[in-house]
């Protein structure tokens, strides 16, 4: 059988309710401040935000990358600029330009 028998004094007894008293004290106040309305907004919006500033920072992250690599494609490792490439591109935007005016003029004409 377990011994019962309790050889604290009163003082020790009352010393030992009292420290309970304030540890529960202690842990239905953090209980209330959880549960509290305005910390579960606070939470959800935390969230919220640090949800948006990983998509927006992945977004820019693959953004500079296809940036460097198109950069990659008309400038050297010295940053020179590869006119073999350049040339050709802007050949073809030029002719795109014109198309685009010619078709403009037939439409108003």
Do not use: W
Request: net charge positive; charged share 30%.
């Amino acid at each position: 059988m377990a011994d019962t028998s309790d050889t604290r004094t009163p003082a020790q007894i009352e010393a030992d309710i009292k420290h309970r008293r304030d540890v529960l004290a202690e842990t239905l106040d953090e209980i209330g401040v959880r549960v509290h309305p305005k910390t579960i907004v606070g939470d959800a919006k935390a969230k919220v935000v640090s949800n948006v500033d990983r998509t927006l920072g992945r977004a820019y992250v693959g953004v500079n990358r296809v940036v460097s690599d198109v950069k990659g494609q008309f400038v050297d490792g010295a940053g020179a600029p590869r006119l073999e490439r350049i040339v050709p591109v802007a050949v073809v935007a030029v002719g795109l330009v014109g198309l685009l005016a010619l078709g403009s003029r037939r439409r108003k004409g």
